[in-house]
Nanobody, 114 residues
Framework: QVQLVESGGGVVQPGGSLRLHCVAS????????WAWYRQAPGKQRELVAR???????SYADSVKGRFTISRDNARSTVYLQMNSLKPEDTAIYYC????????WGQGTQVTVSS
């Protein structure tokens, strides 16, 4: 059974930074692409960053140049470094394997507010 545990969220002022972590278990981590998604209140969940099994990243236009996705296969962990945060980045952030879409974890809340 796949388990996804996200952490690292918090409250930060505009322009600040956060680093999110997602630890996956019950899955062959290194074989999968991984992605970070977010869901703001009243909005649909959206994909913000994806990393391929060969470490090629891609980003939504809204976060390009500010967010960086990375992975550590030895730790079965995917990271999201978020810089220059904006109020519109406020959301619950989730990770998942986009080709499998396992059961979602609890997510981690990111709030950007002055």
């Amino acid at each position: 059974q796949v388990q996804l545990v996200e952490s690292g969220g918090g409250v930060v002022q505009p322009g600040g930074s956060l680093r999110l972590h997602c630890v996956a278990s019950g899955i062959s981590f290194s074989r999968e692409a991984w992605a970070w998604y977010r869901q703001a209140p009243g909005k649909q969940r959206e994909l913000v960053a994806r990393i391929s099994p060969s470490d090629n990243p891609s980003y939504a236009d809204s976060v390009k140049g500010r967010f960086t996705i990375s992975r550590d296969n030895a730790r079965s962990t995917v990271y999201l470094q978020m810089n220059s945060l904006k109020p519109e980045d406020t959301a619950i952030y989730y990770c998942n394997a986009p080709e499998l879409l396992a059961q979602w974890g609890q997510g981690t809340q990111v709030t950007v507010s002055s």
